[in-house]
């Protein structure tokens, strides 16, 4: 999905503090920013494509997902679309409201198409259902964010440690400490994604396991704090201990 060539989108507009929170982002891509437009598509297309893709899991040839998602930025961009009709501090925050409008595009192409397959009794619109679906798919997006966000935060670590090194000494740098960082966000997608254990990982990359054990922990605690700096952007206004329940719902979602 471009939104670069929208022709409400406003191409000279900057905003410093844009990704302070998800609010700053509404605001920004109703007011037409093209960066806040671009930025809103990268972080919400995938949770659209994946409820969409649950909710028609037996009739996607029956479906254009691409039209279907196309629906809904076009429902959010437009002038006195949806994201003009966002408030701050409603009830269920912007993941139920951008459910409603997902929800409401979907039924739309479900009325000019009608279904091959008949829809799933637990996708149908206003079932329970179709929520915890969605509830998935928005969970999903989520923790991928912060395996970015942790990625990012490594790089920037392993880059700091590779200048600190290099000016502390004109020699040669310990290399085995270079990278460091990032062998841990490598470690839990090895661990998690594979689901191959530590002693396995041990062995391949000829480490101590105890040592592994440690920096996996350690890599626990990075992505924990990578996924709490996600959830206080999209849940602006919460506090320590709500952050900590929504991450409790949101590791629950995905069971």
């Keep these: 999905m471009s939104v670069s060539n929208d022709e409400n989108c406003d191409r000279h507009?900057?905003?410093?503090?844009?990704?302070?929170?998800?609010?700053?982002?509404?605001?920004?891509?109703?007011?037409?920013?093209?960066?806040?437009?671009?930025?809103?598509?990268?972080?919400?297309?995938?949770?659209?494509?994946?409820?969409?893709?649950?909710?028609?899991?037996?009739?996607?040839?029956?479906?254009?997902?691409?039209?279907?998602?196309?629906?809904?930025?076009?429902?959010?961009?437009?002038?006195?679309?949806?994201?003009?009709?966002?408030?701050p501090g409603r009830e269920g925050g912007f993941r139920g409201f951008l459910y409603g409008i997902v929800r409401n595009v979907a039924r739309r192409h479900e009325e000019?198409?009608?279904?091959?397959?008949?829809?799933?009794?637990?996708?149908?619109?206003?079932?329970?259902?179709?929520?915890?679906?969605?509830?998935?798919?928005?969970?999903?997006?989520?923790?991928?964010q912060a395996a970015r966000n942790m990625a990012e935060q490594a790089q920037n670590v392993d880059r700091n440690t590779t200048e600190q090194k290099a000016f502390e000494s004109e020699l040669n740098m310990d290399l085995a400490a270079q990278g460091r960082a990032m062998r841990r966000v490598t470690l839990l997608k090895k661990r998690f994604n594979q689901n191959q254990p530590i002693r396995e990982i041990a062995i391949e990359w000829q480490v101590d396991a105890a040592w592994l054990?440690?920096?996996?922990?350690?890599?626990?605690?990075?992505?924990?704090?990578?996924l709490m700096r996600v959830i206080a952007f999209h849940y602006p206004n919460t506090n320590q201990a709500e952050q900590a329940a929504i991450c409790q719902s949101l590791l629950e979602s995905l069971g």
């Excluded at 503090?17 to 671009?38: H, V």
């Excluded at 008949?118 to 999903?140: I, K």
């Excluded at 054990?213 to 704090?225: G, I, K, L, S, V």
């Design 13 to 87: 507009s900057t905003n410093d503090s844009l990704l302070s929170t998800c609010w700053t982002l509404i605001q920004g891509a109703a007011a037409g920013d093209c960066t806040a437009r671009e930025e809103f598509a990268r972080l919400y297309q995938p949770v659209i494509l994946m409820f969409l893709k649950s909710r028609w899991a037996k009739n996607l040839n029956n479906f254009n997902l691409d039209d279907a998602m196309q629906d809904v930025f076009v429902d959010c961009f437009k002038i006195n679309g949806a994201l003009q009709r966002w408030e």
């Design 213 to 226: 054990h440690h920096e996996y922990a350690t890599a626990r605690q990075e992505f924990h704090a990578a």
């Design 112 to 144: 000019n198409r009608q279904p091959v397959v008949p829809l799933d009794h637990d996708h149908e619109a206003d079932h329970t259902g179709a929520e915890t679906a969605f509830d998935r798919a928005w969970a999903t997006s989520l923790m991928k």
